[in-house]
């Protein structure tokens, strides 16, 4: 069905694959496209709950096509900056966890798509950056917004400005990445963290990735309102009542996302 990426699902896990081997995973607007399109359906099927993200090879995303982006006019950039942040905002809002296996490089886009995901679980190979200011052009799918957010006003200027390629475990340090494993770990630790969540209560989870999300922009008292709102909410769930009564009768909860 689709050109550039792969797309299965298994045991209630999504698994997105970028697959531009050739061109270490670029990404051009036929990726994109099929991106926005796979992370849509996923959105509307109730049988995914948790979605695994990563590159086939040996990177992950190396960056977006240079060779489609070299010959640009102003207007046309312009359109592709906002198409793939159109994409990568949609993936961030999207109710469903988005978990992105880093299994090599992710610099430029593939960073900036990286960061779009919940959290990133990186091989001992991957390697990030954001080397844009040396072909000549800024960030353009979020990178200068999401990055500081995620490592600090300070430290994505440094990363930024001077294009620096960093290791996983430097993005540990700095908060890029939540997790290193060794290569050959990678999926499986994904796939446990994917079993952990897809165990829980999704339409809860949702709502905590919700809050999260919302709140970050918010003043504290502003965000506890929102959650106590979700938390309030909950309460009117089948899954509230089954957790809950899973918990006192000791056994495992059987949730419906209702």
């Known amino acids: 069905m689709y050109q550039t990426i792969k797309y299965e699902v298994k045991n209630k896990v999504g698994y997105v694959t970028i697959n531009r081997p050739e061109a270490l995973n670029a990404l051009n607007k036929t990726v994109l496209e099929e991106l926005f399109d796979v992370f849509g359906r996923i959105e509307e099927d109730d049988d995914v709950l948790v979605v695994i ?7 992950f995303v190396a960056g977006a096509d240079i060779a489609q982006m070299s010959s640009l006019t102003v207007a046309e950039a312009r359109q ?5 942040q159109k994409v990568m905002n949609f993936m961030e ?6 978990i992105a296996a880093v299994n090599g490089f992710a610099l430029g886009g593939g960073c900036e798509l990286s960061m779009a995901c919940d959290f990133r679980i990186a091989s001992a190979k991957a390697k990030f950056g954001q080397p844009e200011v040396g072909l000549g052009i800024t960030p353009g799918f979020g990178g200068t ?6 490592v600090g006003k300070g430290m994505a200027k440094y990363l930024i400005l001077t294009a620096d390629t960093i290791s996983a475990e430097e993005a540990l340090r700095i908060g890029l990445v939540e997790k290193v494993v060794a290569p050959e770990e990678l999926m499986t630790t994904c ?3 994917a079993a952990k969540i897809a ?11 919700t809050c999260i999300n919302k709140g970050y922009h918010l003043d504290l008292f502003s965000g506890s309102a929102l ?4 938390f309030g909410g909950c309460f009117g769930t ?11 009768e000791k056994r495992p909860a059987t949730f419906k996302n209702k």
């Open 238 to 248: 089948e899954d509230q009542k089954e957790g809950m009564r899973a918990f006192l």
């Open 93 to 98: 809002k999207m109710e469903k966890p988005i």
């Open 145 to 150: 917004q999401r990055l500081s957010k995620l």
């Open 53 to 59: 993200l990563t590159g086939e090879g040996r990177s």
């Open 191 to 193: 796939e446990d963290i």
């Open 80 to 84: 592709f900056g906002a198409y793939g």
């Open 199 to 209: 165990a829980k209560a999704p339409i809860v989870v949702a709502m905590s990735k």
């Open 227 to 230: 959650e106590a709102e979700a």
